[in-house]
């Protein structure tokens, strides 16, 4: 079957539409050479920057998490030489981490330089380290309390009382992680000031704080029991945990 043939009109129509189809995707390809030309390169030189960067920060992070990683792995040497008495190897290792480490790693291994000193029976030098963390603003806040701690604690007879309640004072309070420790110690500052009014209902506190380790717990129980003050909730609980067994055994043991 022969097609019809297309009209003239419509022919010169489609003819028109292909035509100025022609043109307009000619005028966008020039649009867009004319854009390439001259944004082209400033594109093209931040996308590189920017990739750049993008590498540059994945190369630094890949470096600090290896370096952290060394630095732990460094660290538990460390407390392994120590535990097995071997201060001589533990030295050096302690002083490049305190020196190069990062600021936990370094607080903590300065920390660790204070207890090998104290075992080793040098308590000065033992208080100049740990003030040392205290004093070192860029360490964790939980290493300067613990080193502020365990500074009063090494110098405690040799200082002024109201600057260990300065001291103390901000972490023996409910909640804080020091509480036990801390507020132990301040009790006894107060007691040198002779002040059984605050150090008696401190040592209460503690003792019935279950947040604070149980031989704290039990050291303020008693010491509060001496001053008159009744830092017993239960009393079958505060049996067990004196005698080390279970309620039900501790009381009829206390009755006998």
Avoid: C
């Avoid at 297309?6 to 854009?35: G, H, N, S, T, W």
């Avoid at 000193?117 to 004093?135: F, N």
């Avoid at 007879?157 to 901000?170: I, Q, T």
């Avoid at 209460?204 to 149980?214: F, G, H, L, R, V």
């Amino acid at each position: 079957m022969a097609l019809r043939p297309i009209p003239e009109d419509q022919q010169k129509k489609l003819q028109d539409e292909a035509l100025l189809r022609e043109v307009d995707d000619a005028y966008r390809e020039e649009q867009v050479a004319q854009l390439a030309r001259r944004y082209g390169i400033p594109i093209g030189i931040a996308v590189l920057v920017a990739l750049l960067l993008f590498g540059a920060y994945l190369f630094w992070h890949s470096q600090r998490e290896g370096e952290l990683e060394r630095q732990s792995e460094e660290l538990v040497k460390t407390l392994d030489a120590i535990e097995a008495g071997n201060f001589d190897t533990a030295a050096p290792m302690l002083e490049q981490l305190a020196a190069e480490g990062s600021d936990g790693t370094r607080a903590a291994a300065v920390l660790l330089q204070a207890g090998v000193a104290l075992r080793q029976g040098r308590p000065a030098d033992a208080a100049k380290l740990y003030g040392q963390v205290r004093a070192d603003g860029d360490a964790p806040q939980a290493y300067r309390d613990l080193a502020t701690i365990r500074e009063v604690a090494v110098s405690f007879d040799g200082m002024d009382k109201a600057e260990v309640v300065n001291r103390l004072k901000p972490l023996a309070v409910p909640g804080n992680a020091w509480f036990g420790s801390a507020g132990e110690l301040l009790a006894m500052a107060y007691l040198e000031q002779n002040r059984r009014d605050l150090a008696g209902p401190l040592l209460a506190q503690i003792a019935k704080d279950e947040n604070s380790p149980q031989s704290v717990r039990s050291r303020t129980r008693q010491f509060a029991g001496v001053l008159g003050v009744d830092a017993i909730e239960d009393v079958d609980t505060a049996l067990a945990e004196m005698s080390g067994g279970d309620s039900a055994q501790a009381a009829p043991a206390a009755v006998q």
